[in-house]
């Protein structure tokens, strides 16, 4: 079955550092997402890509994120300078005709 | 005011109940999905539904588009089944999904 992998599973940064978070879509899909899960909280969406450029984008992902698809295959968050408040779980999922599948997720704790 | 709700928060069950989770939202919605959230955090599709009633095998799914809601139903419920099931809502035209808060089921052996 197809699906979304993401990496790595779990990282861990320091405060003010840059991380990239990856995701491997499924190959054939052209809608891309982004979502976080701090822990305890509801799932919040933070930005969807479809045609190499941002879609639509929450609050949340100012201009400390970016999102790329640097070649056919990846499809990265980059957080330029991380916060506390950024430790979470960042979920990428991807799409076609509406249903969408989710990568396992990476945990990301910032300290 | 949450425009996604879920109820109940948590559900503790016997193994073999019929089981059911509801969710109502309060915008307008082109999409309804049911997710399925495992401890370790990964998060599976369960079904999308824009009307009527789907099932897959145990997991039945059901959605009234003029009262805003919809209910996830588990038959013959069993221990494996215990998770946090979401309910998201896709508004009108938009890519983005609005989450429920989930509801963490438990089935007891």
């Known amino acids: 079955e197809p699906e979304v992998t993401q990496t790595p599973s779990h990282q861990v940064t320091q405060m003010g550092q840059e991380v990239i978070l990856r995701c491997v879509p499924i190959s054939n899909h052209l809608y891309f997402y982004w979502y976080r899960q701090i822990l305890g909280q509801k799932v919040e969406f933070l930005v969807s890509f479809y045609n190499n450029e941002i879609s639509e984008k929450s609050e949340i992902f100012d201009d400390q994120f970016s999102v790329e698809r640097p070649d056919g295959s990846n499809f990265t968050l980059k957080i330029r300078s991380t916060k506390l408040e950024d430790s979470a779980m960042y979920f990428c999922?991807?799409?076609?005709?509406?249903?969408?599948?989710f990568g396992q997720g990476t945990r990301l704790t910032v300290v | 005011k949450n425009e996604v709700e879920q109820s109940p928060q948590n559900l503790t069950a016997q193994e073999g109940e019929f089981i059911t989770i509801n969710c109502s939202y309060s915008?307008?919605?082109?999409?309804l999905h049911w997710l399925q959230q495992h401890p370790g955090g990964g998060i599976v599709s369960l079904f999308m539904l824009s009307s009527g009633k789907k099932k897959h095998g145990r997991l039945i799914a059901t959605i009234n588009i003029q009262e805003k809601h919809s209910s996830l139903h588990i038959t013959a419920s069993h221990p494996r089944d215990s998770a946090v099931y979401i309910c998201a809502v896709r508004p009108g035209s938009n890519y983005q999904l609005i989450w429920g808060a989930g509801t963490k089921l438990i089935i007891k052996p």
């Open positions: 915008v307008g919605i082109s999409a």
């Open positions: 999922a991807s799409s076609e005709a509406g249903y969408a599948f």
